[in-house]
């Protein structure tokens, strides 16, 4: 069983940056593909970026350019640092595990962009 636990997200300026982190139960998370998506309120769940075991990373178009998604084995924790951040960036974040072994989701931490 794996569990993750986000935190980092809260009420921004637009403009401004957050960090989100995402630290993983067990022992699989250096064997495991990680993910970050974001569901905002009326909309469907999207990708906003996943990253492999050996760190090839990948990004939603709306994410390219202002977000970086990295991990730390030792710490068994994502992030996502997202730079200037725009109203259409509110959503609850959320940290996915995938591929073999299972998915697994986080519960979500809510980002809120002011204008």
């Known amino acids: 069983q794996v569990q993750l636990v986000e935190s980092g997200g809260g009420l921004v300026q637009a403009g401004g940056s957050l960090r989100l982190s995402c630290v993983a139960s067990?022992?699989?998370?250096?064997?495991?593909?990680m993910a970050w998506y974001r569901q905002a309120p009326g909309k469907q769940r999207e990708l906003v970026a996943s990253?492999?075991?050996?760190?090839?990373?990948t990004y939603s178009d709306s994410a390219k350019g202002r977000f970086t998604i990295s991990r730390d084995g030792a710490k068994k924790t994502l992030y996502l640092q997202m730079n200037n951040l725009t109203s259409e960036d509110t959503a609850v974040y959320l940290c996915?595990?995938?591929?073999?072994?299972?998915?697994?989701w986080g519960q979500g931490t809510q980002v809120t962009v002011s204008p």
């Open positions: 996915n595990r995938y591929g073999y072994g299972g998915t697994y």
């Open positions: 067990g022992n699989v998370f250096g064997a495991s593909s």
């Open positions: 990253i492999t075991p050996v760190g090839f990373t």
